[in-house]
């Protein structure tokens, strides 16, 4: 499974094998490599202040990825 974070026009895919992780691991994952995709030092800081399925509903930190994707 791999899933596309969107910071907004800047699109990063993250690769989360069955999906069998949580949704805060998925977001820390996704700043990670924004972070890499923007050319700035892993002490940048970035605030997530929600992340949304693509129909819209927000999804919450204490998902596994897999219940709440599709």
Same mark, same amino acid.
């Given at each position: 499974?791999?899933?596309?974070?969107?910071? /907004?026009?800047?699109?990063?895919?993250? %690769?989360? /094998?069955? /999906?069998?992780?949580?949704?805060?691991?998925?977001? #820390? #994952?996704?700043?990670?490599?924004?972070?890499?995709?923007?050319?700035?030092? %892993?002490?940048?800081?970035? #605030?997530?202040?929600?992340?949304?399925? /693509?129909?819209?509903?927000?999804?919450?930190?204490?998902?596994?990825?897999?219940?709440?994707?599709?």
């Amino acid at each position: 499974m791999k899933v596309t974070v969107c910071f /907004g026009r800047t699109r990063v895919v993250v %690769p989360c /094998g069955d /999906g069998n992780i949580k949704v805060h691991s998925l977001i #820390q #994952q996704a700043a990670m490599r924004y972070k890499k995709a923007i050319a700035k030092d %892993p002490g940048y800081w970035i #605030q997530v202040h929600r992340l949304e399925h /693509g129909d819209g509903g927000i999804l919450d930190l204490d998902d596994v990825l897999c219940d709440v994707a599709d």
